[in-house]
C-alpha cells in the first residue's frame, strides 16, 4: 500500500463528526452544557460516533443488571435508528431523549406508541404489546429464563396485557390506535404522572 491509498483510506473511516453544540441546544430541550456532558459519556461508549444494536445492547444491559435488557434494547433501537445505516448517531439519541424526557406529552405518546408498533403499520396489536411487556419483564428481572419456566413468564405478561388491552381498546377492533392510546392516557392520572417521569426512565 502507498501513501495515496493509507490517505484514502483514512478518508473512508473518518470519524462522524456531529452539529455544533449550539445548534443541537436549539434543536433540543437540552442546554449547551447537558449535551456537551451527554456527548462526553456518548463518546465514551462509541468512540465512533455512531451505534449500531449490538452496542446499543451492551450500553443498555448495565443499567439492567439484574434482567435481560436484550429485547427491549432491540425495541427501543428501533425507535432511535436511522433507516438507511441501522445506526444511532448522537443527534438521533439526543432528538428522542430530548421529546421523551422533556417533550409534550403528544410527543413522549408518539414514542410509546412507536415502541409498541413493531411492524410499523400505525396500529399495537396485544401480540405486540405482550411482546415488549414480555421485553420489560425480562429487563426488569421479574421473570423466569424461558428455558426454565416458560408458562410464569408468559402468563405474567399476557395478564398484564389483557388488564389493560381491553381498557385501551374502545372500539374493541382488537388492535390499539394511537387516538385510542392518547384518550386512555387522559382518563388516567396514573399514566399521566408516569409519563412526566420519563426523563429517568427510557
Given at each position: ?63 439492567f ?31 428522542i ?25 400505525g ?18 428481572g ?5 428455558a ?14 389483557e ?40
Amino acid at each position: 500500500m502507498n501513501d495515496d491509498d493509507s490517505d484514502e483510506f483514512t478518508i473512508h473511516i473518518a470519524r462522524y463528526r456531529p452539529e455544533e453544540i449550539h445548534k443541537l441546544a436549539s434543536k433540543t430541550k437540552f442546554t449547551k452544557k447537558e449535551i456537551q456532558l451527554m456527548y462526553r459519556g456518548f463518546k465514551q461508549e462509541c468512540p465512533t460516533g455512531m451505534v449500531d444494536e449490538e452496542s446499543f445492547k451492551h450500553i443498555f444491559s448495565q443499567f439492567f443488571p439484574l434482567g435481560d435488557a436484550t429485547n427491549y434494547a432491540h425495541y427501543v433501537f428501533n425507535t432511535m435508528k436511522q433507516k438507511q445505516t441501522g445506526k444511532i448517531s448522537f443527534e438521533d439519541f439526543l432528538n428522542i431523549l430530548s421529546k421523551v424526557s422533556r417533550g409534550s406529552i403528544q410527543e413522549k405518546l408518539q414514542w410509546v406508541f412507536g415502541l409498541y408498533d413493531l411492524n410499523g403499520d400505525g396500529l399495537i396489536s396485544k401480540s405486540e404489546m405482550i411482546d415488549v411487556v414480555t421485553s420489560i419483564y425480562e429487563m426488569l428481572g421479574n421473570v423466569s429464563s424461558r428455558a426454565t419456566q416458560p408458562a410464569v413468564e408468559d402468563n405474567s405478561a399476557k395478564d398484564h396485557v389483557e388488564r389493560i388491552f381491553h381498557l385501551i381498546d374502545t372500539n374493541k377492533d382488537g388492535v390499539i390506535t394511537i387516538e385510542e392510546l392518547i384518550n386512555w392516557v387522559s382518563r388516567d392520572e396514573r399514566f399521566l404522572k408516569s409519563l412526566e417521569t420519563l426523563d429517568t426512565v427510557l
